[in-house]
């Protein structure tokens, strides 16, 4: 089957083993002086390892790969301890994994093992692998009262970047998606008034980052699944954040879904040089 799952570049390992604590299920192994990944089984492909690599030799790939199996995976965690247990248990919370939780939790009754106290429910207050973890905070931007004369951030969710951003999370369902180029939020003084209120965000960078393929895949799933209401996509005047659009208009062109779709140029000045539907 084809899914999410990490891929470890041999060249950029250094070896530091980094990666190997934050990966609960047992998919990383130091072999021979590298980091690998020693099954497809393993690896649920939620990128806790990435943002502990220094030298950003771990990223998430789409391909084919063997489905992971929490029930495998269980019986490595139980061997390394309780410990273990209970950081996988979080790991799966975090990421609003709950149909994995309860697998998990099953076969730890099954052996009669202690479920160990874990720090929160599935959704709720922030801790373990913040850079990934889903968070909705767009109630507590409803009722936030803030200072006189103090701007109030529009952003509802979190993570932000399009690599990151679960699909299924429940502030993409039926809503407006603004698209952003990683520029826009610094060049557009009111970007936050004008644009991301009462939107859903992914930011993007079509120069620097490689996963293109993923990015369509995303954008499709938010349009074919999440069925998302509009998807506005704000780029910059320069010549390869046009790329971007690009990503969009092809995601669009492959999913069944038809959406409205806007374009925002925005200038490097900081000025609205275009906006039009497409």
């Known amino acids: ?10 060249d950029k390992c250094t070896g530091c083993g980094d990666c190997i604590p934050n990966c609960p ?3 990383i192994q130091m072999i021979d002086g590298k980091a690998r990944l020693i099954s497809d089984l393993f690896c649920d492909g939620l990128g806790a390892c990435i943002g502990t690599c220094p030298v950003g030799a771990i990223k998430i790939e789409e391909r084919e ?3 992971y199996n929490e029930e495998k995976t269980m019986e490595n965690i139980i061997k390394a301890g309780p410990n273990t247990i209970k950081a996988h248990l979080e790991h799966l919370k975090d990421h609003g994994e709950e149909d994995y939780y309860k697998r998990a939790l099953k076969v730890l009754t099954s052996k009669n093992i202690p479920v160990p106290e874990t720090k929160k429910e599935i959704g709720n207050v922030p801790c373990g692998c913040m850079g990934s973890k889903m968070m909705d905070f767009s109630e507590e931007k409803d009722v936030c009262c803030h200072e006189e004369g103090e701007r109030q951030s529009q952003l509802r969710q979190w993570p932000v970047q399009l690599h990151l951003v679960p699909t299924n999370a429940p502030y993409f369902q039926g809503k407006d998606v603004l698209l952003a180029a990683d520029c826009v939020a610094y060049s557009l003084a009111d970007f936050h008034k004008d644009y991301l209120k009462g939107k859903s965000l992914a930011i993007a960078c079509p120069k620097l980052d490689s996963e293109q393929e993923i990015y369509i895949e995303k954008i499709k799933q938010l349009i074919d699944q999440a069925q998302i209401n509009t998807l506005t996509v704000m780029i910059m005047e320069v010549p390869c954040c046009s790329g971007l659009l690009r990503i969009a208009e092809l995601a669009a062109g492959q999913a069944k879904r038809k959406i409205p779709i806007k374009k925002v140029v925005v200038g490097i000045s900081g000025k609205i040089l275009k906006e039009e539907w497409i």
């Open 25 to 27: 299920e047992g998919a």
């Open 65 to 67: 790969a063997e489905p």
């Open 1 to 10: 089957m084809k899914r999410k799952i990490i891929h470890i570049d041999e």
